[in-house]
């Protein structure tokens, strides 16, 4: 008598169609699950490398302060990565063109890679992802115009100057005034002597930032920039990575150099 079995016999006939959809569906969930985790991870992976980036601009130009004795210009897209001077403007005066709404100088910096205009770009890699850069220079600190831009123009202006100054740029955790002047409540300001800011815009470069929102304040060619958390929320979108230098650490590296006093 042949022995009775609990188990159905497949043996010669194959999976049957209930057990190919379930296993179809198994391996659909299974790689749903794995799509967040893997979106996750190169999201990181692009945040850690975009700040290499910005950290790597930051020693390009503290090396450029050592050698010239002064902090570059912002380029602007047409002067392919060259910084970019007013009209009269140069390395003796430090009169820039914009020293709040342009781009790092790359090719002057001897940075790479370059996209082919000169230009360092965030890992997003698009025209709308290259680096950003500002730096103080709209007022005179002790007497001195364009302090941070001109050829020994800090020590011009002296130690005691340029820690007695009332401000350099404003880092903002949120709520930057519209006209630029600050950050509101004293609660909302990160620092308000940085020397310099670099600005990665991320993900959402290649889109028009939310009027008045925060991105659209690191845009605006004022002295005020923010730096928050990421963000996905309508209206309150943000992934731009800024990185600032606080006159402190820049003059703490003239010194040691030996440029200053």
């Not at 503290?62 to 902090?71: E, I, K, N, T």
């Not at 880092?171 to 930057?176: D, K, R, Y």
């Not at 950050?183 to 991320?202: D, I």
């Amino acid at each position: 008598m042949k022995p009775c079995s609990q188990f159905p016999d497949h043996a010669g006939g194959g999976f049957t169609l209930v057990e190919i959809m379930v296993a179809l569906l198994i391996m659909t969930v299974l790689a749903a699950g794995l799509t967040i985790p893997l979106a996750a991870q190169l999201q990181i992976r692009r945040t850690e490398e975009t700040r290499r980036v910005l950290e790597e601009a930051r020693d390009a130009l503290l090396g450029f302060a050592v050698a010239h004795g002064r902090l570059p210009c912002p380029a602007l897209p047409e002067t392919r990565g060259q910084e970019a001077f007013a009209p009269g403007g140069d390395a003796t005066n430090g009169a820039c063109a914009s020293f709040h709404g342009g781009l790092l100088p790359a090719a002057a910096l001897g940075l790479a890679p370059l996209d082919a205009e000169g230009f360092a770009r965030d890992p997003y890699g698009t025209s709308a992802n290259r680096i950003r850069y500002a730096v103080f220079g709209a007022s005179a600190v002790n007497g001195v115009a364009h302090v941070l831009t001109r050829r020994n123009g800090m020590q011009s202006a002296t130690l005691a100057g340029l820690g007695g100054a009332p401000h350099y740029l404003f880092i903002c955790a949120s709520g930057a005034l519209a006209d630029g002047t600050g950050c509101g409540p004293p609660a909302n300001q990160l620092t308000r002597r940085a020397a310099f800011v670099l600005l990665s815009a991320g993900a959402n470069a290649h889109q028009a930032p939310t009027p008045g929102g925060d991105e659209s304040r690191n845009l605006d060619a004022d002295p005020v920039f923010v730096s928050r958390e990421a963000s996905t929320v309508p209206g309150r979108e943000f992934d731009d990575l800024v990185h600032w230098t606080a006159i402190h650490l820049l003059v703490n590296r003239m010194v040691a150099a030996h440029r200053l006093p």
